[in-house]
């Protein structure tokens, strides 16, 4: 009796020793992801500021356009730098910023479509998921190409699971050190969230340029970032 209940001990332990180490593991990959994004953030404001600056002189509707979508953006990321979970319609919502910024600085060369059904919009989401994925799209796929691209962006619930799609006409599959570093990024933390469960899946998009998708399970056990 006394070595069964020493080995019922050992295995509580032993299971709560994993727990903590599987925590800990979670809060430094937030602590990195949230570093990481601090120090891309500073490139992406200069330059929209930048811009900003001469289409004050040159197109003033425009310029305080783009510093509108800004404030918008800026206030909703740093927000959730201090949130585990937002919503999938609030997520657009930056995205929808972010993408105004960057057709604007790019001149016409960027059109984008974001699809989004409203009975989904506000199903839990983690934040900060998507924004690297459109941001791989657009610097990777559209910049690259002097006539541009387009950018969709599509969310759905496919039953048991929340899907969303970020699709460009761009350059197409890459080999990129910051591109495979960001896709990395996005998986550790897919799998930090749900496991084997969340996963990220690129694919060739037609006719021309990359799709990159998104799976999460939906439902009362969505992941542990609740």
Request: one cysteine or more.
């Amino acid at each position: 009796f006394f070595s069964r209940e020493k080995i019922s001990q050992t295995e509580t332990q032993l299971q709560q020793e994993q727990i903590r180490s599987l925590t800990l593991e979670k809060k430094s990959l937030e602590t990195h992801l949230r570093l990481l994004q601090a120090q891309i953030e500073p490139h992406f404001l200069f330059n929209t500021l930048s811009n900003i600056l001469s289409l004050i002189d040159t197109d003033l509707k425009k310029g305080k356009s783009m510093l509108l979508d800004l404030i918008h953006y800026l206030r909703t990321s740093l927000a959730k730098t201090r949130e585990e979970a937002t919503t999938l319609g609030q997520e657009m919502e930056m995205i929808r910023a972010y993408l105004n910024i960057f057709k604007v600085r790019m001149e016409g060369r960027l059109r984008y479509k974001i699809d989004i059904p409203n009975n989904i919009k506000k199903l839990i989401f983690p934040p900060m998921l998507i924004q690297p994925l459109v941001e791989n799209a657009i610097k990777h796929g559209i910049e690259p190409k002097v006539e541009g691209g387009a950018v969709t962006v599509r969310a759905k619930n496919n039953g048991d699971v929340i899907s969303v799609e970020i699709a460009d006409t761009g350059s197409g599959l890459y080999e990129d050190g910051d591109v495979s570093f960001g896709l990395s990024n996005v998986r550790e933390r897919l799998q930090s969230l749900y496991g084997n469960r969340g996963r990220l899946i690129l694919e060739e998009n037609c006719p021309s340029g990359l799709k990159a998708i998104i799976e999460v399970p939906y439902g009362t056990d969505q992941g542990n970032h609740r």
